[in-house]
């Protein structure tokens, strides 16, 4: 993705459909081929340009599945966290993500689409070390960068502590942890906390009520994160 200070390029018909459909995108252009731009319910309000294959490459990368349509847009608003965590605490039955460490955007975008799919409440990452915004992150989500929260805190481990207060488990997946989610029963409101390849970091472990890893064939040491976090919240949302 090619990215200036105020916009980012979303791309794919179906990530920029649920983009015009966020009241809290800003869309600026839209750019596409004019059979795309046939087939799509376009905003009245956004300039829309006919654009040949070879400039949309341009914007987001030869290789990329734009499938004939860019938007050029600003990034969302971010999302205070104390003010979503205060939304949660009259509800009985919720679910967060949250990723300590991990940076690749493909599984980023996977984890979001799983959260959507799996009735997630939103997903969280810190500040720091975490990748921003972009094309590759909303199209490997699918567009669902557009259906839920992706909340970005100073400090994983304070912020852990303010869900506890609000009566979460914070319940984390490593794969040397001797109970198997199955065998467990989990909360009704519950973090699933999740590492990169190395695992979650020290302190983040530390901070959580109960460690469960996924019952697995001994010959496959790991999964991919992504694929790991999908299992999970299938296993809470059952």
């Known amino acids: 993705m090619k990215k200036s200070a105020q916009n980012?390029?979303?791309?794919?018909?179906?990530?920029?459909d649920l983009a015009i459909k966020n009241p809290r995108r800003k869309i600026n252009d839209i750019y596409g081929t004019k059979e795309t731009l046939a087939e799509m319910k376009l905003p009245k309000n956004v300039p829309v340009h006919p654009a040949d294959?070879?400039?949309?490459?341009?914007?987001?990368?030869?290789?990329?599945?734009?499938?004939?349509?860019?938007?050029?847009?600003?990034?969302?608003?971010?999302?205070?966290?104390?003010?979503?965590?205060?939304?949660?605490?009259?509800?009985?039955?919720?679910?967060?993500?949250?990723?300590?460490?991990?940076t690749d955007p493909h599984n980023i975008g996977a984890i979001m689409r799983s959260a959507v799919a799996f009735n997630a409440s939103a997903v969280i990452m810190p500040e720091a070390g975490a990748p921003s915004e972009s094309g590759t992150l909303a199209k490997s989500a699918s567009g669902a960068t557009e259906l839920i929260p992706l909340i970005r805190v100073a400090n994983l481990a304070r912020a852990m502590e303010a869900l506890k207060k609000a009566d979460f488990w914070c319940v984390g997946l490593d794969g040397y942890a001797k109970d198997y989610i199955s065998d467990c029963k989990l909360p009704q409101k519950c973090v699933l906390v999740l590492g990169a390849?190395?695992?979650?970091?020290?302190?983040?472990?530390?901070?959580?009520?109960?460690?469960?890893?996924?019952?697995?064939?001994?010959?496959?040491?790991?999964?991919?994160?992504?694929?790991?976090?999908?299992v999970a919240m299938y296993e809470w949302n059952r």
């Open 53 to 102: 294959r070879r400039l949309l490459d341009s914007f987001v990368g030869q290789g990329a599945v734009h499938q004939g349509i860019v938007a050029k847009c600003e990034p969302l608003p971010p999302i205070d966290f104390k003010n979503f965590l205060q939304g949660l605490k009259e509800l009985d039955r919720a679910l967060v993500i949250i990723l300590d460490q991990v």
């Open 197 to 230: 390849e190395d695992g979650m970091r020290h302190l983040t472990m530390e901070n959580c009520d109960m460690v469960v890893k996924l019952p697995m064939n001994s010959a496959i040491e790991s999964l991919n994160v992504s694929n790991a976090a999908a």
């Open 8 to 16: 980012l390029y979303l791309y794919g018909k179906h990530v920029v």
